[in-house]
């Protein structure tokens, strides 16, 4: 299960799960307009828990990019752990596309 | 307002007609609504009711009607009143003329309409004799109908046409009331104790031989009794109304066209049924009285429900029950086991053997209707569903074989090997019907075949769409191909980003073989890496790197293409995958694989066979790899055969459809 919290101040963090896929799909863009509703300007997808991350799930990154360069709020991709999630994500060159913390 | 007021009778009542309406205008003055009002000096003047919202003034004398207007209540939904006088409305004929104008009109159906008249004519004998001419065996009137049926009808008639009792009117109003037909019938009697006649009524036991309050809830949906017995309301749900600007029940159109089938050994008792299901519209009522008989009649006519007696000697209805699921035209057939036994370890039995209901014996009208409604209405939902299935993996398939037909045809990869001696074998399978792969390979006629592969996000039918999307942009942009892969990345990837919806992307990779130099040229586009198999013995196999932006993300400046150039020796081989390669889980350890892993296998597979081929690959794989696969998985091998290597490595050619069923998902 993914999970959204509000930092207050506008800030909102998406702690995704162990698995980063097609399966998350709803709750995901459940939680981006959720985040777009309460006019956040900082949103965090936290990727500590990921392993595993599918073509569906950069396909949300994309549709999280879209959404939240419609509404000047700033994504990053933070604690991305060495690993699949990593390997895949350096593969498709998003490091061009997003902000990216590693760690 | 629009009232229209007609005479129907005598010319000696017409002749007063004028001033009664008057009087009666007068009296709906203050009322919004469009009334027509018929005065008849005698209800056989009356041939046929023939307008909704009207009013009706039976009698001889209507100036004594006209003293009680304000017994005529009009509301919404109201589809006409009549008041008459005792004797005028003291026969079979009135309530025939009611019930037939009701189902003339489509407000019941005819086994309804048939109902009603007899619900009807009991409520205005209940109004005459006990209420408006007070007659009563407790009241010594020197009646008793069981005793002298004549002497009772002399009585009446006496009562009818000699005391003032008989002048006293009925009201009978009908109207529209929550898709019911509402009719209440008024007499301007004294009443009686109602308590106690109800009371009473639960002692008969006996249903559709009593008279009174009995008889009428035995006919009808619903009844009330007001005004101290001075009135009764009763209902009977319409279904044919939509002329009367009401929806038209779907549901009546579902049990005109479904057929049930009643099996039980006691013919009342499927009389009853079939009488029940039939007043509410359903057409196809077949009935069976044993078992044997029933089974043998669902296999003939395949009803949509069967209504099940449980005790029934020979066989008993769980034995028919087991009998008939095991049949097998029959065994969807929803089966409602309906029986005098009611015990808990009955019905559990009954279920067990695949009964979705069941209804207690004596059946009660309203509950045998609604049950019977909801199976119907679920067999119905079931079977549709089924058709609509059944119907989309037929679209599936189509579309499934449609897609292979995208990839290179056989005779195509037979041409290219034949002319360069280039070959290549695909392994192409699906996680479900339809891929998010896609792969082709273009003989480009200069000595340099281009082999292209990609896989869009997701799987299933919105991806295989891009993927046909795809395959059109490889056509158009062909020539681009020729002459600069880079012009022809870009182009693709703009019209891709231009189309696919925003979540979607494809890793990419296209890759051009010059057979004259034994030159790869590529650009990979976030595809897994393509593996170089070498021909020489001490060589490892190594990954070339496919980084990059997908295609149908950015068509900005952010896209950017790296052009790789590669210098092959001869034998080598080569092989592109898509990730479901290097995501597969392995059987032991639930470890994905990995490009180390693979990179490993290939080694060890390269090391074991002197000319490994896709079958070798795909042979490792599927001993180790944890199925089903969650993937589209395609990996294509590309063999070169160069000058100085041996005629045996020539591998026989592999169409995809061949290895369709290499993995089994």
Redesign the interface.
Known sequence: MIKLNELGDKKFEIVLSKSFDFENLNDFRFFLKKVQKEGGKNLNINFEKVEYIDSSALGMLMLAKHETDMNQCELKLCKIKDGHAKDVLHLVKFNQLFTIQEG | MNINIQSNSSTAFKHNAEKYEQEILRYFESQDYTLSVHLCENFKNLEQLDTDNSVYIVSSRPHHVLENLERISISEGHIFTIIGESRLLYTSRSARLISEYLFKESYLTHAQSLQYFTALQECLLNAIEHGNLNLSKDKKDGLSMLDNIERYHKVIEDHLNNSSRGSKLVTVTCEVKDELIVTSVEDQGEGYDVEKVLKERKKTHTLMHSRGIRLIEGLTDSYHILKNGKRIDFAMQALFLSHHNFTQSSMMDTRHKSKILIIDDQEANTKIAKFYLESVGYTSVYTANSAAEGIALAQEIIPDLILLDIVMPDINGFAACRKIKLMEECQNIPILFFSSLDDTQTRIKGYRLGAVDYVAKPLQKNELIARTDAHIQNGLLYKSLNAYVEKVNNDMSRAKQAQIELLPSSEKLLGIKKKYELEVSACFKTCYELA?DYWTVEDLDDGRVAILMA????HGVAASLNTVRLHAFIQEFYHYLQEDIESFVYKINQRLKSTIP????A?FVCAIFDTTKNELTYIGC???PIAVIPYKKDAKCKFLS?????LG??DSG?FSLRKQRIQLDDGDSLMLFS?ALI?ARHKTDNE?W??KKLLQKLNEIKDQYTYPNLDDILETFNETAKKPL??DLTILHITYKGNNVSKELLQSYMHPDALLTELSG
Do not use: A, Q
């Not at chain 2, 896989?455 to 997701?458: H, I, L, V």
């Open positions: 998010g896989d869009f996000t997701g925003l979540e979607d992307f890793t976030g595809n897994p496919c980084e990059g932006l997908p993300i950015e952010k990730d995501e994905m990995g490009e969650m993937d």
